[in-house]
């Protein structure tokens, strides 16, 4: 689990991975903005670099997506479908919904999970 902190003392996002050889879950509570969108990158780009190819991104818990940051889940699946793998986002609601339906994210390939 990484923790990124605010000037609030309390956390603006925590991500927290589960994964076995190919598959991982990475979860994100709190806000998804430029200030925190680096520790998602280097997550998801440790996850592909150890051979991860099919990663769930469960947005249940987050309460804001920054346009950078949604941009950062759409080159992410991008690399991953270049590898061979799939990278979905699921449990979207609210803003960061909303942010993602406005981009139209889906037009690359599907992004948001049919279940989101």
């Not at 902190?5 to 998804?32: F, N, Q």
């Not at 592909?48 to 950062?72: C, F, I, K, P, W």
């Amino acid at each position: 689990m990484r923790i990124v902190p605010s000037d609030h003392h309390e956390p603006t996002l925590t991500v927290t991975v589960c994964r076995d050889e190919r598959v991982a879950v990475v979860a994100l509570r709190g806000r998804l903005d430029a200030d925190t969108v680096e520790v998602v990158r280097s997550a998801l780009d440790g996850l592909l670099e150890d051979g991860v190819r099919d990663v769930l991104v469960d947005m249940d818990e987050t309460s804001y997506l920054a346009d950078v940051a949604a941009a950062s889940l759409v080159d992410a699946a991008r690399w991953t479908r270049a590898l061979g793998g799939a990278l979905h986002v699921y449990k979207v609601h609210g803003q960061p919904r909303e942010r993602l339906d406005a981009l139209a994210l889906q037009s690359d390939g599907p992004l948001l999970s049919q279940a989101a």
